[in-house]
C-alpha cells in the first residue's frame, strides 16, 4: 500500500487493542466481551484476540490453551468455562473497523494439523461473512501452515504471519505469496525492514507497542498498524486519522 509524503503527515498508524486491553487499571478482563466492548468505547479502530477450536469444531476466545477446565482444545465446547466467549459472541462485541483474529495452533501440530486449523478457521469466517464481513476481518497466526491454508482455503481474507524475532530475508517475499501483512515484534523492526516489507506490497503490523517513544518511532517509521495495550494514550500520542 503506497502512501505519498503528505498522506502519511496527515495520517497515523492504525492502533488496535491487544486481546481488548484498554490500559485502565481494574478494567476488564482481557479477551472477553467486556474487555472489546470498552476497547470499542474507547475509540480503538481495531482489536486483536486469541481464538482456540474445541474438540467438536467450535471457536473459542482466549490467550493460553490451559483453561481451569483443562487444554481448551481437549474440551468440547459445551465444557469450555464461563467466561470464555464464542467466536462468534466476540465478533458481535467488536464495534471497531478491524478485528484482528490470531489462530491458536498446539505447538506439537504437525503441518498438516496446522493446516487443517487455517482451513477451518478460514471456512468457519467466510460462512459468516455477512457478521462482520470478510473486509473487516484479519487472520494472523505463528504457525505458516496455518496462515498459508486460510489464505488458500479464502483468498479475499486478509491474513497476516506473526513472527516473533528479526525479519529475515526470506520473509520480506511473503507479498508474492499473497499474504496482506507481516506482523513483528516492535523491538525487531527498523526502518530499513518497514520500506523493504512495504516494498512487497506488505502491511507492517507492529507488536505490542505501549511506550508513547515507540508509537512515535513506529510512526516515524511508517508501521501501518500498533496493536497496544494502551490503545487511548497511543491515539492521543499520534492523533489525526488512520491510514488504514
Not at 219 to 234: E, F, K, M
Amino acid at each position: 500500500m503506497m502512501r505519498s509524503g503528505a498522506a502519511a503527515r496527515a495520517a497515523r498508524p492504525a492502533v488496535w487493542s491487544h486481546r481488548g486491553r484498554v490500559g485502565v487499571v481494574g478494567g476488564a478482563r482481557e479477551n472477553t466481551l467486556a474487555a472489546f466492548q470498552a476497547a470499542s468505547a474507547a475509540g480503538a479502530d481495531g482489536i486483536e484476540l486469541d481464538v482456540w477450536r474445541t474438540l467438536d469444531g467450535q471457536w473459542v476466545v482466549h490467550h493460553d490453551r490451559l483453561s481451569v477446565a483443562g487444554p481448551l482444545d481437549g474440551l468440547r465446547s459445551s465444557e469450555v468455562p464461563a467466561g470464555i466467549p464464542s467466536l462468534d459472541g466476540a465478533l458481535a462485541a467488536c464495534s471497531v473497523g478491524t478485528v484482528n483474529v490470531e489462530l491458536k495452533v498446539p505447538p506439537e501440530s504437525t503441518p498438516l494439523e496446522a493446516a487443517g486449523l487455517g482451513e477451518a478457521l478460514a471456512g468457519s469466517l467466510a460462512r459468516h461473512g455477512g457478521r462482520p464481513g470478510l473486509s473487516r476481518l484479519v487472520v494472523s497466526s505463528f504457525s505458516e501452515p496455518a496462515a498459508r491454508a486460510a489464505l488458500g482455503t479464502v483468498p479475499a481474507l486478509r491474513v497476516g504471519l506473526l513472527l516473533d524475532g528479526d525479519v529475515a530475508v526470506e520473509k520480506v517475499a511473503l507479498g508474492r505469496g499473497g499474504y496482506w501483512a507481516l506482523h513483528v515484534h516492535h523491538e525487531a523492526l527498523a526502518t530499513a525492514d518497514v520500506a523493504a516489507l512495504h516494498g512487497q506490497g506488505l502491511q507492517v503490523v507492529a507488536w505490542t507497542v505501549d511506550e508513547p517513544s515507540d508509537m512515535r518511532r513506529l510512526a516515524a517509521a511508517g508501521v501501518d498498524v500498533l496493536i497496544t495495550d494502551r490503545p487511548a494514550v497511543a491515539l492521543a500520542v499520534l492523533g489525526s486519522r488512520p491510514w488504514l
